[in-house]
């Protein structure tokens, strides 16, 4: 049973345009969100995160919406730019500071 | 922030063989982690390394399978043992932050790519 959902399995957005990746989830008791972007042969690279006590945090370009009635988080990348090209994964955290990643969205921005 | 090293970056191991993965960390952490991805798949959880006592295994995981030491705050290691194709994976090590109030992250190694033959 998928706890956290990324139901879009690509994405394709246009350099300077922006990018939203979205991230669904089920468990009520989830405490924080993370992002990450993950390139071919690299670890995941943590972005950016968010408490779920609060419904927005920014961190440069990129911006991530909690909307907890809906269970739904999202990264904003604006304005998106060539190397933002990668997968990234949505992860949550619950007991004992574990992580329960969702499948990841492939995101292509083309110049 | 910290930096995280893993060795090997790779292998191709022989089945049946065992292999030990090292994680360093350049500054005292408490929880470490280590998840597996598939091939095509997600970041599994496969235990979490508890410095001076015994590792928290996930379901589906066991000691036997996957031993892990963490003999400091700096350093852990996760032995693959007896191994077989479907061990096949990057093997990652992370480590958890959580400084101000309503921050927290987490941070990966680089991986490391085992392929079993």
């Known amino acids: 049973d998928q706890q956290v959902k990324q139901n879009s399995p690509s994405l394709s957005v246009q350099e300077g345009r922006i990018s939203i990746l979205n991230c669904d989830y089920t468990?009520?008791?989830?405490?924080?969100f993370l992002w990450y972007k993950k390139y071919p042969a690299e670890g995941p690279t943590f972005l950016i995160s968010i408490s779920s006590i609060k419904d927005k945090n920014e961190d440069g370009r990129f911006t991530v919406f909690l909307n907890k009635s809906a269970k739904h988080l999202s990264l904003h990348i604006v304005p998106s730019q060539p190397g933002d090209s990668a997968v990234y994964f949505c992860a949550a955290r619950e007991y004992g500071n574990k992580l329960v990643f969702g499948a990841g969205t492939i995101l292509r921005v083309k110049s | 922030s910290a930096v995280i090293s893993q060795k090997p970056s790779r292998d191709i191991c022989q089945r049946g063989t065992s292999l030990t993965i090292q994680c360093q960390v350049d500054s005292q952490v408490t929880m470490m982690f280590w998840y597996r991805q598939q091939p095509g798949q997600s970041l599994t959880l496969i235990a979490t390394a508890n410095q001076g006592s015994e590792a928290t295994y996930e379901s589906g995981f066991v000691i036997d399978k996957f031993p892990i030491s963490r003999p400091n705050l700096t350093f852990s290691t996760l032995t693959v043992s007896n191994m077989s194709p479907e061990d096949s994976s990057i093997y990652l090590c992370s480590f958890s932050t959580e400084g101000q109030p309503g921050s927290f992250g987490q941070y990966f190694g680089p991986g490391t790519r085992l392929t079993v033959t």
């Open positions: 468990n009520s008791m989830f405490d924080y």
